[in-house]
Nanobody, 122 residues
Framework: VYLVESGGGSVQAGGSLRLSCAAS????????MGWFRQAPGKEREGVAA???????GYADSVKGRFTISKDNAKNTLYLQMNSLKPEDTAMYYC?????????????????WGQGTQVTVSS
């Protein structure tokens, strides 16, 4: 199973980025996937998740600004990030697990990508 993130970068506060996570050896349509982030000196935290029925869940800190989605035909997970803030600066990871319900808990996830850096300047 390979999960490869892309789309990170540096933006100013208020800007937008779209992260992508291409999956191989794994079918995004039939499982739960999520986006997580980890800032230096902090624990990894769940940002958004989506299950096989396309139900979604978000951390309170990103609700209304971030949108998780997936393209089953491309076997790719996305995270649209709008109205970015400096506190969104972190390494962002996509992850997957063979569960049935949306989860923002890192310990529930079995497969992880290498991450893509997002830096938001004020």
């Amino acid at each position: 199973v390979y999960l490869v993130e892309s789309g990170g970068g540096s933006v100013q506060a208020g800007g937008s980025l779209r992260l992508s996570c291409a999956a191989s050896g794994y079918t995004v349509s039939s499982t739960c996937m999520g986006w997580f982030r980890q800032a230096p000196g902090k624990e990894r935290e769940g940002v958004a998740a989506i299950d096989s029925d396309a139900s979604t869940g978000y951390a309170d800190s990103v609700k209304g600004r971030f949108t998780i989605s997936k393209d089953n035909a491309k076997n790719t997970l996305y995270l649209q990030m709008n109205s970015l803030k400096p506190e969104d600066t972190a390494m962002y990871y996509c992850a997957a697990f063979k569960g049935w319900s949306v989860s923002l808990l890192p310990r529930n996830y079995d497969y992880w990508g290498q991450g893509t850096q997002v830096t938001v300047s004020s």
